[in-house]
Structures are given as structure tokens and as C-alpha cells.
């Protein structure tokens, strides 16, 4: 009872989290670490953080590591909408053991060329940039109650200016039942040193949510997710998806994001697990600059 009072507390201080940090909307650097890394979450519209299914899900939520009994390694791409200039990948590797499990994880944003303009609008010439996260992390799932925790060292460059994160995620959940889980997560908690001389806000975020899962019916599973987030800059989000399993080689989702301070947003996709290699896609909807195709290439062994 104290693990869980202790998971419901971490809960409702996500939900009121914005009370205690904030910044002006959207300040925070390095806005790629938050970026939907795995088809799952994209598809999910963000929800599900209670409830990890693979270790592609540990740059967002360093829970995930503990979601397999193999050895994973694997693969995330996302290919932008075509009037977004840009290539993210990352790739993910976790590894069981006994009751613990270690994780690693790379990801890379980089951008076409961009226009550099003065004051005045004017066209001054081109610029690169591109942003990279390495991170190493721990996990511990005794029972039916997990912990883990995530160092990561980041980077962004744009022009000749360099900025870096040291960073760190941690996350609890705890399953009541097996119908009933909750979780929270903390992600990006740090330092960010200064980029062009000006003090950068991390993208600190809290995550909280409940999954309801109804195994075993016929043969398909179900698993209902509502999520709570908040990132410093931010104003409140409510993520909800649905998940429906076929046999638990074929996996159907969609979500749908509240966001107030930018746009709402649907989603979905499907996943496909065969033996040891699992395949997934995403869409999702970004109203203002088209959709974004997710994509996953997994292997466990």
C-alpha cells in the first residue's frame, strides 16, 4: 500500500506540475528529446507509459526497458511531413537480467539547410544544424512494482554554436492487478548549458497514466490508456489510445492528443510481431504541417 499511495502521489503532482516550474511556451531547448521516438507512442497519441510493450519506447520512457524477457535491439525512424526538411533515427538496446535490466540508446536529428535572415527578413545566406542523444540506464522489477532510471548526455548544434544537456529520466509503476497498472515518469531533468550566450530551459516533463488491460477475451486482448503530461513550457496534455491484439502477432492502435497550447492531433497504426522480429508503423496527424510516418524495425533474441 505505501508503493502505491507513493505512485498515486507521483501522479497528481504530474497532473499540477506546471504550479511549480515554468517558462515561457515553448522555450525549451533541444525540443527533439521529445519528439514521439517509437511508433507505439505515436500512434498512441503520446499515452500508454504505464503499460511499455518493448524497449523502443526507453528514449521517452525509461520504464520500457524492463517490457521484455530477450535481449532487444532495434531501430526507430521517423520521415517528416514534406515541408519539414529533416531525419530522425534512433536506435535502442536493452538486456535483461534476473530481476534487473540495462538499456542503451542513440538518437540523431539532423536538418537540411536553412535560411539565415537579419532583423529585417532578409535572406543572409544558409546554415546546418543537427542534435544527437546518447544515454545508458537501469532498471529494477522485483514484482509487481518497477523502478528505473536514465543518464543521458545530448547535443545541438545550429551554425557554429553548440549547446549540451546532461540529463537524467526516472520512472515508477506498479501493477495492481492484471487488469490495472499505473505509472510515472519524469524525463529530461537537468542542466543545459548556454547557447549563444542565453540560458536554455531543459525539456523537463512529467507523464502520468493508468492502462486498463482485458486479457484472454476470445482471442483478442484490449488495453485502454489516459495519460496526463506536462512539460515546463507547456500547458497541460490528456493522451488516450486503444490497443487491440490479435493473437499477439497483430497489434491495432490509435490515440488521439489534447493539446490546448498548440493543436489537437489523432493517430494510429499497427504492429506486426513474428517470432523474434517485430515490425511497426505509425501515423501521425499534425494539422498545421501534414502527417508523420513512424517507423520500427525490432529483434529480440
Not at 71 to 87: C, K, T
Not at 168 to 174: A, H, L
Amino acid at each position: 500500500m505505501k508503493k502505491i499511495f507513493f505512485l498515486i502521489t507521483f501522479c497528481a503532482l504530474a497532473c499540477f506540475a506546471g504550479d511549480y516550474w515554468n517558462a515561457e511556451s515553448g522555450a525549451s531547448a533541444m525540443k527533439f528529446l521529445y519528439l514521439k521516438s517509437s511508433p507505439r507512442m505515436a500512434a498512441l497519441g503520446g499515452a500508454g507509459v504505464a503499460s511499455p510493450q518493448s524497449a523502443s519506447e526507453l528514449s521517452r520512457n525509461p520504464l520500457a526497458m524492463l517490457a521484455s524477457r530477450e535481449a532487444e535491439f532495434g531501430l526507430n525512424q521517423i520521415i517528416f511531413a514534406e515541408d519539414v526538411e529533416a531525419s530522425f533515427t534512433s536506435l535502442y538496446y536493452a538486456l535483461p537480467y534476473k530481476h534487473f535490466a540495462f538499456s542503451a540508446g542513440l538518437e540523431f536529428l539532423g536538418y537540411g539547410d536553412l535560411e539565415g535572415r537579419d532583423e529585417d527578413g532578409f535572406l543572409t545566406g544558409e546554415y546546418s544544424s543537427s542534435a544527437y542523444a546518447l544515454q545508458l540506464g537501469v532498471g529494477f522489477s522485483p514484482n509487481m512494482f518497477k523502478w528505473a532510471f536514465t543518464a543521458r548526455l545530448a547535443s545541438q548544434t545550429i551554425d557554429d554554436e553548440t549547446a549540451f544537456g546532461f540529463l537524467v529520466d526516472g520512472g515508477v509503476s506498479v501493477l495492481l492487478n492484471k487488469y490495472i497498472a499505473f505509472g510515472a515518469t519524469i524525463t529530461n531533468a537537468g542542466y543545459v548549458t548556454a547557447y549563444d550566450s542565453k540560458h536554455e530551459v531543459p525539456p523537463t516533463a512529467l507523464q502520468s497514466g493508468i492502462t486498463l488491460q482485458i486479457p484472454n477475451v476470445s482471442i483478442f486482448d484490449f488495453a485502454l490508456h489516459a495519460d496526463l503530461y506536462r512539460r515546463a513550457d507547456s500547458d497541460m496534455h490528456f493522451f488516450s489510445g486503444l490497443e487491440i491484439a490479435y493473437l499477439k502477432i497483430l497489434v491495432l492502435r490509435v490515440g488521439y492528443a489534447v493539446r490546448p497550447d498548440t493543436e489537437d492531433g489523432v493517430s494510429g497504426g499497427l504492429g506486426v510481431c513474428f517470432g523474434g522480429i517485430s515490425v511497426d508503423y505509425a501515423y501521425e496527424a499534425n494539422p498545421s504541417l501534414g502527417g508523420n510516418h513512424h517507423l520500427r524495425l525490432g529483434l529480440a533474441f
